[in-house]
């Protein structure tokens, strides 16, 4: 541990949600970052919709499911989550004893927010014949509450893995469990959930794209809203997405996700075009405001003085491991 006021450095992390210490301007951050890595058999894992400069350093790029694998099975005495707060809530309930560390405990996620605990507790006991499926974002303590967690890669596989008579609930994302119900003929009980970065492509504007880019395929995640969907030519997660834009002989796409993935796409296929899809406010493309808190600077940070440190409660832990735990075995038996 360096020599810094750690008193003054916990009461910032309180309210800023990350350390707040100055660093040496001349000072390499990758050299740095890489070098702590080694230290401390740390493994630094990132979700495709970091900033690309993480991207660049992370032992480990991708989606929801693949980051909880990589949780799952990884070695390293510590694990540094570029992401946000319930991916590394993931990874400390799949590592009890380990320290999870995330550059900024304000990362959060609009769609985990739209569950809280006790309208969602309340819900489900209104519908006690049902099973709850989770999407993997939401809070440790809606993962507790429910019986199956899935993400976009495996939500499919893992509702048609139900016999045809069980009542599901899919909780927090409306727009994905549509989607689902659409693709699976399932008849969800859906909880009125979204994703503030998928909620607001602009039909309009993406139209309009269209226009300009004939030859363009418009691909989307499934947070994304039915009328965006629609019109898509290829739907899936961002690594199911990714893989598309490889193998696909197109060679202009207009993507309808977040801006992060348009960095792994560029660099798997340096000639293709790739147009970010334009949401309906004044910007061009569009950013998680939460994925994008975690810095350079951050990471570098709590790499070094260890925090802030991902921690929950023992028994929410316990509870929220089993339904995780069944997502990654019906993962590996459809070879997810
Ligand atoms: P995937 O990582 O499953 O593609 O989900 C995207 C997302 O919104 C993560 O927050
Ligand atoms: Fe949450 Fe949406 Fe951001 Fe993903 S992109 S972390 S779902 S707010």
Redesign the pocket.
Known sequence: MKDINIDVAISNLETEGFLKVDIDPALDLVAAINRLKKEKNAVLLA???QDSEIQDIADYIG???GLAQQAEKTSADMIVFAG?HFMAETAKILNPHKKVLLPDLKAG?SLADSAPTEAFKYFREKHPDHIVISYI?CTAEIKALSDIIC???NAQKIVESLPLEQKIIFAPDRNLGAYLIKKTGRDMLLWNGA?MVHEIFSLEKITKLKIRHPKAKLIS?P?CEDQILRISDYIG???ALLNYTQNDNAQEYIVAT?TGILHQMQLASPNKLFIPGPPTNHCACNDCPHMKLNTLEKLYLCMEYEMPEINIEEKTMIAARKPIERMLEISKRYGL
């Open positions: 979700h495709y919709y989606d929801s499911l946000v996620c974002n993400t976009s890669s994703c995640h947070e997660s961002t690594t977040e």
